[in-house]
Nanobody
Framework: QVQLVESGGDLVQPGGSLRLSCAASGSIFSIYTMGWYRQAPGKQRELVATITSSGSRNYADSVKGRFTIARDNAKNTVSLQMNSLKPEDTAVYYC???????????????WGQGTQVTVSV
């Protein structure tokens, strides 16, 4: 019913920048919180950043001051600008959205397929 498609993952050198994008499509009545999580090899998936429909942002301590999350409510998109990247930022990044598909349904979480970010010399 709802599809999330991420793009923008790549190989980048330490100190570099990347911008991830995610577009939600399908049967969407409203989208509440959108966000990004990441999962490094051998580790659990962790929160990176979230943004509510009104624009309130929340960041993991490890990315504060380096990453910026933004969304376009009209286009159902969310982005993650990542600056001053470090090797420890290497992970698969997943987009997520809390979506209500119709006025009578309860909202639930949807996930994208993930995009690889590798920070290395």
């Amino acid at each position: 019913q709802v599809q999330l498609v991420e793009s923008g993952g790549d190989l980048v050198q330490p100190g570099g920048s990347l911008r991830l994008s995610c577009a939600a499509s399908g049967s969407i009545f409203s989208i509440y919180t959108m966000g990004w999580y990441r999962q490094a090899p051998g580790k659990q998936r962790e929160l990176v950043a979230t943004i509510t429909s009104s624009g309130s942002r929340n960041y993991a301590d490890s990315v504060k001051g380096r990453f910026t999350i933004a969304r376009d409510n009209a286009k159902n998109t969310v982005s993650l600008q990542m600056n001053s990247l470090k090797p420890e930022d290497t992970a698969v990044y997943y987009c997520t959205s809390h979506v209500r598909v119709s006025i009578g349904d309860s909202p639930k979480d949807y996930w994208g397929q993930g995009t690889q970010v590798t920070v290395s010399v």
